[in-house]
């Protein structure tokens, strides 16, 4: 499982992160996150926004109710033995 650093212009302290899953839709990358690698754990549905020409990766968390629900469903069929709860 990779992990991956977050840092936060909120939170002074960096975050560490493992990327479960992956994907693309509509252009747009999304990443399936969790703070920890064992058990019944929080995770994050984050969305890139960072510009082409960026050379650092800019994530926000996905809020949208609708957007959400989609890309639950979409890593819950890349993850069969996950299941994500709102």
């Given at each position: 499982m990779e992990k991956i650093r977050f840092?936060?212009?909120d939170i002074p302290e960096e975050v560490d992160?493992?990327?479960?899953?992956?994907?693309?839709?509509?252009?747009?990358s999304y990443i399936l996150v969790t703070d920890s690698e064992e058990g019944d754990a929080?995770?994050?549905?984050?969305?890139?926004?960072?510009?082409?020409?960026?050379?650092?990766?800019?994530?926000?968390?996905?809020e949208d109710?609708?957007?959400?629900?989609?890309?639950?469903?979409?890593?819950?069929e890349l993850l069969e033995d996950v299941e994500i709860e709102r």
């Open positions: 840092r936060s212009e992160f493992f990327v479960l899953e992956q994907t693309k839709v509509n252009g747009v929080e995770c994050l549905i984050l969305k890139d926004t960072s510009k082409e020409t960026s050379s650092d990766s800019v994530y926000e968390i996905v109710d609708m957007e959400l629900t989609a890309i639950s469903k979409i890593f819950q």
